[in-house]
Every structure is written in C-alpha cells, then in structure tokens.
C-alpha cells in the first residue's frame, strides 16, 4: 500500500513531443543541411552572373533604340517561339539561306526545347516568357551539376572547384545564350548531368541524360560517343554494374538517333537533317577549312577587336583541351571537351559563332577552375570578376554590334 502512495507522489513522467512538432524538426535539418550544401550558393551565384550580364546587354541594347526582348529571342529564338506555337507542320513562311521557301527547314531544330516551351505555355504564361523560364530553370540544373563535375576533378576540394567552374561557365563568353530563347542551357543541363553519371558510375543518368541531350542539339552525338564508350569499357571489363552499364550505352544514342531518322525518313535521304542544315545555313562538315581560313585572315588583317578575340577565344579553348588532356582530368570530360570543339571548328558556316558553338565544351574551363581553386578567395574572386565582366561585354556587344555572332 505504502508503494502504491509513493507511486502517486511522484511528479508525472513528461508527455511526449506532440507529432506535429516532427515535420518542424525535420524541416529545421532541411534547412540546416541547405545552409550547408553548395547547390543554392551555386544557384545564387549563377543567378547573379546571368542577372548583371543581361542587365549589361539591356543597357547596350537601349543605346542602339532596340529591345531587351528583341535580343533575347533574336536569330535562331523566334525559330523556337514559332514552332513552340505552331509545331513542324504548319509553321507559316519557311525559307531557305537563298531566301526560298523550304517547308523542311524547320526540321534542322531538335524538338525538345520548343517542346519544354510548349509545356509551360500550358499553364498559362505567354511563349516568350515560357521559354526564358525554360532557359533559366534550365541553367540552375546546369549549376547544379557542374558543382558534382567540380567534386569528381578535385577531391579535396570540390565544392570550391565547382563553385568556380559555376561562376566561370556562367559568365563565359557568349554565355547570354543561357538567358536567351535558345536550347544551350538545356542542352548543357543534360550534358554535364550526363557527364555526372559517367564519372559517379550513375549509367541510368547517364543514359536518361544523353538521351534527352540528343533531342535537343545535333551536339549531342560527341556526348552519346562519350557516355557508350565509357559504359561498354564497363561492360568489357565485367564491372560489378555492368548491366546498368549496358542500359546505359542502350538508352543513351536513342535521342538524337531517333529524330535524325525521323527526320531521314520525312525527306527521303539518310543525310536527311544534314542537307537541310546545307540548304538552309550554307552549314556542313568541311573539316575546318573554313575555321583556318577565318583565322588566318583575322590575325594577318585589319579586323575589329571583336573579330580578333573571337579567334583567340577559340584558340586558347584549344589549348586548355590541351592542358586537360596533360594533366588529371578525367578523359571522360577532356574527350567530350575536344569532340565539341572539333566539331564546332570543324563545320563550316558563321565564324563569327564558333564561340557559342563551344559553350558546351566546358571541360575546357576544367583545369582554370582547379587552378584557382587552390589559390587565395581574393585571387580566385578577382580572376572570376575579370572573366565575367570580359564575357558580359562580349555577349552584350555580340547581340547589339555584330550582326553574325549569335
């Protein structure tokens, strides 16, 4: 009895924790872990990039009584805002590069960009505005994956590696194409998140990403080579995972393959996409005769500032290929890297554009990224803000002063 009295003078044992307060808990680690995580400072630090060289071009833009608007879905972007609104088939006022009607012309552009557009126009924003949010949800992908690329190269001491890789990519040259009506930053959203699956040993992503690339850029052929070469050495060598491996070098040529052969099949001709990139922009394969032509005459000739530091851009794009095959960087990464640059100076047409045309290679920046990664934040903080605001004003003069860089 006594025992039972002392049971009831003792003070009541805590209630638990009531439910609700667990998703608080949990939200709080969330948030923790973010505060931690480079991701949303790569996202920032992108955003802020990409926000000052668009503002850059706006006030260029102004100066020249044209648009913000007018720039970003200039060229090849009201291509992409018509067949986001029209489809293939009834895509009015189709010419050729002779001023020709060509009703196969709009076949040269892959489909799943304007598709993407397509899709947010269906919750309500108008096609402009749909397809510069593409763009921009695209490049925080893209920001994202370069953080897990700077991880693979170096380490020690990635997250910094990647952060820098972010700020050098985003402010590169040309690189108003990611804020643009353009698929560049759809494109190298797949591509490095591709490249993250080969180097992680992810062959599904790899797959999956590769695939989705090659609907999206003619580019993505040098990425389908790279992601199958790398899955079948797995396969070959009996690699724990190589029937992921194998899916991978499946899924991965099914993209591009696929609407080449669509394309193929709707003209008649194998080299079907091919002629229509001949017809339509004087573009093809000529081995870089053209490239060593352009070069050759800007360097030894009385060219712009402009003309003459697009050949050295693409120059020293060269030799860093050069630098990440000599030093540790993956061959993956350096093999993807010298297959895009070889096939942009190798296609003839538009000098003036080789540089957007190897904003996909970003392996190039691989061994920048590392360098500067090792040295103090103010040299690494300095170096970057140089090459920013070198790339803003190339981008913001090339969409406002030269007519054929884009």
Known sequence: MLREVDDLDQPAAPEKAPVQGRPARVFERVLDRLAWSPYPRAIVLYLVIRTASVQLLDLLAARRGVTLTDRLTAWDGQWYLRLAVHGYADLPGTLDAARQPYPDAPMAFFPLYPKLVGAVMW???????????????????????LVRIGRAVSPDRGDRTGLVLVALWAGAPMAIVFSMAYTEAVFCAFAVWALVGVLERRWLLAGLCAFAAGLSR????????????AALIVVFRRGEKRWWALSGAVIAPLGVAGYLGFVAYR??????????????????????????????????????????????????AVALVLVAAFTRVPWPLTLY??????????????????????????????????????????????????????????????????????
């Open 123 to 145: 919750l309500g924003p108008d096609v402009v505005t749909a397809a510069l949010t593409v763009s921009v949800l695209a490049g925080l992908v893209l920001a994202c994956g």
């Open 337 to 406: 890297g010298a297959g895009v640059l070889l096939l942009a100076i190798g296609t003839r047409g538009l000098p003036d554009a080789k540089i957007r045309f190897i904003l996909p290679a970003f392996p190039v920046l691989v061994p920048i990224a590392i360098g500067l990664s090792k040295r103090r934040t103010v040299t690494a903080v300095a170096a970057a803000v140089a090459w920013v605001v070198l790339g803003a004003w190339f981008s913001a003069h090339a969409l406002t002063a030269w007519r054929y860089a884009i």
């Open 267 to 316: 003209t008649g001709s194998w080299t079907g996409w091919q002629d229509i990139e001949l017809r339509g922009w004087n573009t093809e394969f000529d081995f870089g005769a053209e490239t060593v032509d352009s070069v050759v005459a800007r360097l030894t000739g009385d060219e712009s500032v402009f003309s003459t530091l697009t050949v050295l851009l693409l120059l020293g």
């Open 218 to 229: 003619s580019t993505a052929v040098v990425l389908v080579a790279v992601v199958v070469v």
